[in-house]
């Protein structure tokens, strides 16, 4: 991390500074204007569910009003001769619409003569409104004025208090006739008008306006609602002027937290993505320069090895050649690329054994190259394959022509030594078989025992003879093979039997078909079987068993012995079938040994069109061959 901080230039940290400083102001710009575009909202949304509790209330007080403005018309149409016959049978009737009038009142000169319904109301009877000190001036101005009006809250003489809804009547000739009142019941009005207000969620208060813009105290409602902070409504009801209060939007500060929370946390997490970004830049800068450097490297080291190193796509069309392949090839300049990769072969080779391309791992052969001046050579080619592109395939070319010329001396060396080996050796083998025999006399038992030594290392070195002989004719071609129809099975039940005298239990599983027959020098075979049977008793324990287990595949048929010893060093399986390949162990080392058997195993499998191998088991090794099927008929 400390690199990292480091290797930031000083607008990157200035650009970091002046995001932080931007996103804080917006943020806060937003929050600002989200505060207020929900108090507006929230505002919007009580100012609605004021007007419905004003058109509510200003509907109950209404139905009051026009049924005393049609008793007026009424008594107008009368002339203002009423008999109390006709109003017992009019006020019930309209006192039954109106569920809040408490009485009807009708006062001609301004005396009550008549009140219905009489009961509860006797006080208010023959009352003269200029002798209420309380209500005669409203009344005088109601008249003045020749407007009806609702007033009150008024304690009533007998007893409560309710809103009265006055309406003078005048004649058609403008002489003043008397007063309708009608007494509204307000209780029950504040009683729906609570439970609306409390079912909405909005607390209410009312008041009445005076003259002079003063204004009475609440009678409804919490009289602390009237203030600047909150929203004040007007309402009209027949004259009255009210005014309506309701509380402020409140904002609730949990949502604009968590709002704020939730911007600041994806502003940080934005800050740490462009932090990061940086950072990044920076590193990809910093690698783009080691990456440059490193193809350099590896172009210098590329074209500096001493094999010849060319890619090839899916044609086999060369893409790339290093120096040293144009150094082997005696090409110039850039000449061979674009070019199909078999004209670095000998026109006698086989392009398509070669290369598979549906072979993905590498392989390693040793064929013809083709210089530019025609000239052949010997070549070793390998070829794997890449996961790139363009290049499908790449190609590692190395010159053994010096190395062939080594090997034809230390062939013809070893050639020459064992020859010269032979003639000696048998000579001194018989001399040594006829003195064990008695040919010289009778041996003491020291001397038994030393030429029986004797005969056992002139055996172990006529062994060795025999091996170099036999390589050497299967490296150089000149090892003849009677090919022919084998039955498979029967040829190693009599290796099993030839092996019976090393006191070792050789068991023989079955798992092919009917048919067991290969293509094979019978000879040769079972060479190769008694070398493989007799290291899996060498490397075993007395008591184990050594199995032979024959499994059929497609066109071919499997032999496998198994044996239940230590196992080969897993560094040393590589070098398996190598010459002279031993193992370093103190059992290799106890068993002796050439090194050259395996060797020759794969050489004259590999004549036979066959392929050798190895297998790692848990409790041992497995070592194994494939062989061509054929019939008994066949050669």
């Known amino acids: 991390m400390l690199n990292y901080r480091s290797s930031l230039q000083l607008w990157q940290w200035l650009a970091l500074i002046a995001s932080c400083l931007l996103f804080l102001l917006g943020v806060e710009w937003f929050l600002n204007n989200e505060q207020h575009r929900l108090r507006a909202g929230q505002l ?45 049978v009019l006020l019930p009737g309209m006192v039954q619409q109106a569920p809040y009038i408490r009485n009807i009142g009708i006062a001609p000169a301004n005396r009550i003569s008549y009140i219905f319904p009489l009961a509860g109301n006797e006080q208010a009877l023959n009352l003269y409104y200029p002798d209420l000190p309380e209500q005669w ?80 105290k609440s009678f409804y409602g919490d009289d602390r609602l009237f203030n600047k902070a909150n929203p004040i409504l007007d309402v009209s009801v027949r004259g009255a002027q009210w005014q309506m209060a309701i509380p402020a939007a409140e904002l609730s500060e949990q949502h604009v937290s968590g709002l704020r929370g939730m911007l600041y946390s994806a502003g940080i997490i934005m800050l740490l993505l462009q932090w990061r970004l940086f950072f990044s830049m920076q590193r990809l800068k910093q690698s783009a320069k080691a990456l440059g ?23 086999g069309i060369i893409q790339t050649a290093n120096r040293a392949c144009y150094r082997i090839f005696a090409y110039s300049g850039v000449s061979l690329l674009g070019k199909h990769w078999t004209c670095l072969l000998d026109a006698s080779e086989n392009s ?134 084998v039955d498979l099975k029967a040829l190693l039940l009599q290796c099993i039997a030839q092996l019976h005298g090393l006191h070792r239990t050789i068991e023989l599983e079955d798992n092919s078909a009917n048919n067991r027959w290969v293509l094979a020098d019978e000879a040769r075979l079972r060479q190769v079987v008694i070398n ?75 004549k036979l069109q066959g392929t050798v191998g190895y297998e790692r088991l848990s409790d041992g090794s497995c070592f194994y061959f494939t062989l061509p099927l054929t019939t008994p008929a066949e050669d």
């Open 532 to 606: 493989l049977l007799s290291n899996a008793i060498k490397f075993s324990s007395v008591t184990s068993t050594v199995h032979i287990r024959l499994e059929q595949q497609e066109q071919t048929i499997k032999v496998c012995v198994i044996d239940h010893g230590k196992g080969v060093p897993p560094a040393f399986e590589p070098m398996l079938f190598q010459r002279f390949a031993q193992a370093d162990n103190p059992t290799v080392r106890e068993q002796g040994g050439t090194g050259l058997g395996l060797a020759i195993c794969k050489e004259i499998i590999e």
């Open 293 to 315: 450097d490193k193809e350099k490297t590896l172009r210098s080291i590329h074209d500096n090895v001493f094999d010849g190193i060319i890619t090839v796509d899916a044609r």
């Open 352 to 485: 398509a054994k070669i290369y598979d391309p549906a072979q993905p791992k590498q392989v390693g052969i040793e064929c013809l190259g083709r210089r530019a001046d025609q000239q052949s050579f010997p070549l070793q080619l390998s070829h794997t394959e890449l996961p790139l592109q363009q290049a499908q395939r790449l190609f590692v070319l190395r010159d053994i022509t010096e190395r062939k010329r080594v090997e034809r001396l230390q062939n013809d060396f070893v050639a020459t030594v064992s020859h010269e080996l032979r003639t000696p050796l048998t000579a001194i083998n018989g001399s040594l078989n006829l003195a064990l025999g008695g040919a010289l006399g009778e041996l003491t038992e020291k001397q038994h025992k030393m030429l029986h030594l004797a005969q056992q290392s002139c055996k172990q070195l006529h062994q060795l003879v025999n091996d170099l002989l036999d390589f050497e004719k299967l490296s150089s071609g000149h090892m003849r093979f009677n090919v022919r129809s």
């Open 137 to 216: 001036p409203a009344i005088a101005s109601i008249i003045a004025d020749r407007n009806a009006k609702l007033t009150g809250p008024i304690h009533l003489v007998q007893g409560g208090i309710s809103f009265i809804y006055r309406y003078p009547i005048f004649m058609p000739d403008g002489e003043y006739w008397g007063i309708v009142s009608t007494v509204i019941d307000i209780e029950p009005i504040w009683q729906l008008l609570s439970e609306k207000s409390q079912q909405m969620g909005l607390p209410i208060a009312l008041r009445s306006k005076l003259a002079k813009q003063r204004f009475s």
């Open 44 to 88: 919007q949304q009580r100012l609605n569910t004021a007007e419905q509790l004003r058109s509510q209330l200003e509907s109950e007080l209404n139905i009051s009003s026009y049924l005393t403005i049609g008793l007026a018309s009424y008594i107008v149409a009368m002339d203002g001769k009423i008999r109390d016959s006709e109003l017992n």
